[in-house]
């Protein structure tokens, strides 16, 4: 392509004839809060370039202006859909600062969100990918099942979304054998759904045409380009962070990460019912392991008021000592990370004895994975590229940070 | 105990004529079933309201009595919602701007004379810029007996085995 | 005088051509199914997806004139005609298109002796009207200037060329059977068995290409939301647009029609009420025949709730590789069929 000429100070460049530039987003109705640069020759795409950053809020430039404590409310904005994990990542990489450690109901706790946290999140993704692909009844029964979970987090931690449930040291509340009894329903009911979504959805001969061998992304390719989560393992690579590097109370329990060999968007389907099956199996051992204890470090419990000491014994929900607010980790670096329902998300602290941090590095799956929307959709045909979309699981608010 | 990886291969690929066929029945018949008994799980939000559970992080509500102007909600706030004020001499206390609270619900656990507490409320129109500014005897107002007493029906949402969700009416 | 007013009145209403194209099957009945389907497809929708579907307006008939409500919200919209559009297709295409996509009920007879054209060829020439408003979508595709819209009128072409062919093939299937090509003497050979069940094959190719014409799910291809926006009708607003979204229903009813006449038996079961000459000859049969298109047509739009949407080259590689080759079997099982009576 050739300079041709400039008009009113805008350049101007030649296409060829055959070439078609479709601007798909960043306003269209499967396009996210992104734009994707697509060239196509008749119908096939030839060359796609993904143009992410409609979203940017300067997270990590803005928590250096932020108490330590404070943070962790800014950062579970990342990914709204997955809020527990991102911010059991930073807390996990403040805790290493701090040198607490959380008592083992604690991470029981954390860990049940945590898992809560990867169904809603999965079924989230399958639905924005079910009505990419046209299907309605997916798109509605994904995200209505996924109300059972955002019920069950919000019994846990108060909230719907934005749960801000782990503190240094522990988890902000306790659960009563009463919302175990309720997680226990609801996991039951999700583990029939999902033989629903499999008549309705995975086998439906339509979805399912749609899906085989659209996308393809083979292991040396994956390995290339950096790509994690499901996507990774559903091409053939063997890498979870709940395996390589056990937080909260994977340790304690018995669970299988399926890896697929495909690579494709049915294996990449395949990969999160897969995945959901096993977090019901993790939660279901979970609860009947958990034990009894107090959910915060000893260091913090020390602080405690009689009148605070009186709430948790009444209300079972943990009251701040007063230096929450002004927490000064020693001068340090330290890094935290976490299997998040998309991918595996890195937290890189620095701190220099202060209140506030000296540095933030925040490494976010969908970021990892934006990359994929160069390479995936080229030589596919134009009704690919959101199913290729909605197959990567893609978050733009996520990636931007 | 841990996790382990375990290979797997996506089963049944490239369907036959016969399994297509029988996939589809299975799929209309599943939609049938689901239109002639349906599963609900919205319900009729203005008409029907849903209460949240105690512990439930809406709305914030300070009690006057019991603040002793510590300042340590304010310090705490993530987004700076939350400011205190002269409420004459020598008192200070909190006031919340809605516009920017987050519900992070940080300034009720570290009170420390527990003044601050969540109401189940959640879902409040604001008129106005100002009207968002919850000061004074405004803030120690509880938002909750407005709603309990209205004319709409209250439901509770308990997760059920068989549909997932149902709605029990409180009242 | 009055009198002779209102009698005048009734004779033109009661004109064949007049009652045809206005009362039924035509605009009124047309628009009085089209909200009826409309509101049902979102009622079935509803249903299967874990909600209620329209309630608001309406709540004690479950929202059955929503469909009101939002073409009244249509008709006050500022119409936007962009500047770059070229100006006057833009604005005929939808209208023409609605018009148009009514016009095949001109040949279709819904009642043994009271139609508007005696026509020995009605189904041929009923057939061919329907493949008329197509040609407007493409055109209001080119006169969008509009990059998504140029895709949707592209893939609208394709489907054309897939669909057309099938649908005539399996129409041929049913004509060679009833050994005509008139509705009313077609309808009349039914009398004691349908054609679905003479011909099933062509029956069920005829309704897969009709599901492909109209843009039902699977099909939506040349308005994938998801992909190309609203194809070839993005650029539409107001009116225009509320008038571009009930073709494909207009269309769907009307080749439902076509084909409760040729595979359901049309007005059979008829009977007669006697002294009620108007009553027996027009209302009853027509009611007959478009309760049958009702049903097929809310067969058609539960596919909604069930499926996706296919690939441009999956939907043509399935027309052309299996359904094209279903309507040509069901030819000749109909022409079977005709030479075993013959040799019988």
């Known amino acids: 392509m050739e300079q ?13 004839d055959k070439t078609l530039i479709l601007f798909f987003g960043p306003q269209h109705p499967s396009s996210g809060h992104m734009r994707i640069i697509v060239k196509l020759d008749g119908d096939i795409i030839v060359e796609s370039d993904p143009d992410i950053g409609y979203v940017h809020r300067t997270m990590e430039k803005l928590s250096e202006t932020k108490e330590w404590i404070k943070n962790s409310v800014l950062f579970e904005r990342l990914a709204i859909l997955d809020a527990g994990n991102v911010t059991q990542a930073y807390i996990i990489a403040l805790e290493k600062l701090l040198n607490v450690e959380p008592p083992p109901r604690a991470l029981y706790l954390r860990t049940i969100l945590s898992e809560i946290n990867r169904i809603s999140s999965h079924l989230y993704g399958m639905g924005i990918f079910a009505i990419m692909i046209g299907s309605s009844t997916g798109y509605m029964w994904f995200f209505g099942d996924r109300e059972i979970m955002v019920q069950l987090a919000e019994r846990i931690t108060g909230s719907r979304l934005t749960h801000t449930y782990h503190i240094p040291g522990g988890v902000r509340r306790d659960v009563s054998n009463a919302f175990l009894e309720e997680l226990e329903k609801g996991l039951n009911y999700i ?78 389907t395949f990969q999160r019912f897969d ?127 | 105990m841990g996790g382990k990886y375990v290979e797997k291969v996506v089963p049944s690929r490239n369907l036959s004529l016969l399994n297509k066929a029988k996939n589809h029945a299975e799929a209309l018949a599943l939609g049938a079933k689901f239109l002639v008994r349906p599963l609900r799980i919205t319900y009729r939000y203005p008409i029907v309201k849903e209460i949240p559970d105690q512990g439930y992080r809406g709305l914030i509500v300070l009690d006057d009595n019991k603040c002793i102007g510590c300042s340590l909600c304010a310090r705490i706030c993530p987004a700076s919602a939350m400011k205190m004020f002269q409420a004459g001499e020598k008192k200070l206390r909190p006031a919340v701007n809605y516009e920017r609270c987050v519900f992070c619900g940080y300034c009720v656990d570290i009170c420390p004379e527990n003044a601050l507490k969540h109401a189940r409320t959640h879902d409040v129109v604001f008129e106005s810029g100002e009207s968002m500014l919850y000061i004074g005897e405004k803030f120690t107002l509880d938002p909750d007996t407005q709603i309990l007493s209205g004319k709409v029906r209250i439901y509770r949402v308990r997760v059920d085995e068989k549909r997932g969700l149902i709605y029990e009416p409180i009242r | 005088m009055l009198d002779s007013f209102i009698l005048f009145i009734k004779n033109i ?43 608001e307006i309406s709540p004690k008939i479950g929202g059955a004139i929503q469909l009101v409500a939002d073409l009244t919200r249509y008709m006050l919209q500022e119409i936007i005609i962009p500047r770059t559009v070229d100006t006057l297709p833009y604005l005929i295409a939808p209208i023409a298109g609605f018009i148009i996509s009514l016009l ?83 309808v009349s050979l039914q009398k004691n068995l349908w054609g679905i069940i003479l011909n099933p094959i062509s029956a069920i190719a005829f309704y897969v290409a009709v599901l492909m014409a109209t843009g039902r799910f699977p099909f939506e291809i040349a308005e994938a939301e998801a992909e190309i926006v609203m194809g070839a009708y993005t650029e539409y607003s107001g009116l225009l647009y509320g008038l571009s979204m009930g073709i494909s229903y207009t269309r769907m009813f009307v080749y439902n029609v076509i084909f409760s006449l040729l595979f359901l038996g049309g007005w059979q079961p008829f009977f007669t ?64 069929l005709t030479y075993l009576q013959q040799v019988i």
């Open chain 1, 4 to 16: 041709i000429n400039n008009v009113g100070g805008f350049s101007a460049k030649k296409v060829d």
């Open chain 1, 191 to 268: 583990e029939r759904r999902l033989k629903d979504y499999e008549v309705m959805f995975v086998n439906n001969p339509i979805i399912r045409s749609r899906l085989e061998n659209v996308g393809v992304l083979s292991r040396e390719r994956a390995i290339e380009l950096g790509v994690t989560g499901p996507n990774l393992r559903a091409s053939g690579v063997s890498y979870d962070v709940r395996v390589e590097e056990p937080y909260g109370a994977y340790q304690f329990v018995d669970f299988e990460v399926p890896v697929y060999k495909e690579g494709d968007a049915l294996a990449r």
């Open chain 1, 275 to 401: 995945e959901i099956r096993q977090s019901i199996s993790i939660l279901r051992q979970l609860i009947k392991s958990i034990p009894e204890g107090p959910v915060l470090n000893e260091k913090y419990l020390k602080l405690f008021t009689k009148k605070m000491k009186d709430i948790w014994d009444a209300e079972k929900r943990v009251k701040f000592p007063s230096i929450f607010a002004n927490l000064r980790p020693p001068a340090g670096k330290a890094y935290g990370r976490v299997e998040e329902g998309r991918g595996e998300i890195f937290f890189y602290l620095e701190s220099s004895g202060e209140a506030k941090p000296y540095r933030v590095r925040v490494v976010t799956p969908s970021f990892r994975n934006s990359i994929l929307l160069k390479y995936l959709p080229v030589g596919e045909r134009l009704a690919d590229l959101p199913a290729i979309y909605g197959s990567i699981d893609y978050f733009p608010p996520e990636a931007d940070r």
């Open chain 3, 13 to 55: 209403i009661l004109w064949p051509p007049v009652f045809y194209l206005l009362i039924a099957p035509g605009l009124v009945t047309i628009l009085i199914s089209l909200l009826l389907l409309i509101w049902a497809e979102r009622k079935i929708a509803g249903r299967i997806q874990m909600r209620y579907g329209p309630l």
């Open chain 3, 104 to 186: 095949p009920v001109a040949a279709i007879p819904i009642s043994p002796i009271y139609f508007p054209s005696p026509m020995t060829n009605s189904i041929i020439v009923a057939l061919a009207l329907t493949t008329l408003p197509p040609i407007l979508n493409i055109l209001a595709a080119w006169a969008s200037n509009n990059k998504f819209s140029l895709i949707g009128g592209a893939r609208e072409s394709f489907l054309i060329a897939a669909y057309e062919l099938i649908v005539i093939l399996s129409a041929i299937g049913a004509m060679v059977i009833y050994g005509t090509s008139d509705f009313t003497e077609a």
């Open chain 3, 273 to 336: 009420i006697g002294g009620h000459i108007f009553i027996s000859y027009v209302l009853i049969p027509a009611t007959v025949v478009i309760l049958k298109a009702l049903i097929v047509s809310l067969t058609m739009v539960f596919t909604r709730a069930i499926y996706g949407r296919l690939r441009i080259d999956q939907a043509l590689g399935g027309a052309w590789k299996f359904w094209f080759l279903v309507a040509i079997v069901g030819l000749i099982w109909g022409s079977a």
